[in-house]
């Protein structure tokens, strides 16, 4: 029994298997080359493509318009925020959420000796810091001499609550308070 292991025609049998097991390895053509490179390139590409596309149409702009007009304005900004720092008013506002959702404001303005201030409009803007395309005014009335209330729909988040308060049509208070809402 032990021959018929090893003759002639078990070895021959067994040699389609040694064949079958050594294949010549695949040659590398210019063909194949140059259709690896574009394969390579097409999804470099598109990535990009994709990429450039979603960063543009997130893109809110600018902070300024025109930088050269804000730069000329800057000295009567300076001036402005002066004079509103002489009047040592003191204004106070909180963001509270209705039952229905919606953000309440409330804002009380006192001057120096704790008076309240009459005469005054107030206008509120919601502003995201990422995105102007987003911001929000917010309708604010008089409730009294030195305190507005306003109601809007904002969604929750990272804001800066801008308050200006004018009489007859002039800025005499701004300030810029970052916020979250939750």
Known sequence: MSDDLFSPQTQTAAQPRKEARSREPRQLTGGM???????????????????????????????????????????????RAEAQDARHWRIAGEVTRGADGSALLDIVARDADGAALAGLDALVTFERPTDRRLDRTMTVSADGAGHFRGRASIAAGQWDLVIELRRQGERQFRSVNRIVLK
Do not use: I
């Not at 140059?34 to 470099?44: D, R, T, Y």
């Not at 990429?51 to 050269?68: I, M, N, P, Q, R």
């Open 33 to 79: 080359v140059l259709a690896l490179l574009l394969a390579f390139f097409g999804v470099v590409f598109a990535v990009n493509g994709v990429l450039v596309h979603k960063a543009l149409s997130t893109f809110a702009g600018v902070e300024t318009d025109s930088a050269y007009n804000a730069g000329q304005f800057f000295e009567r900004e300076v001036a």
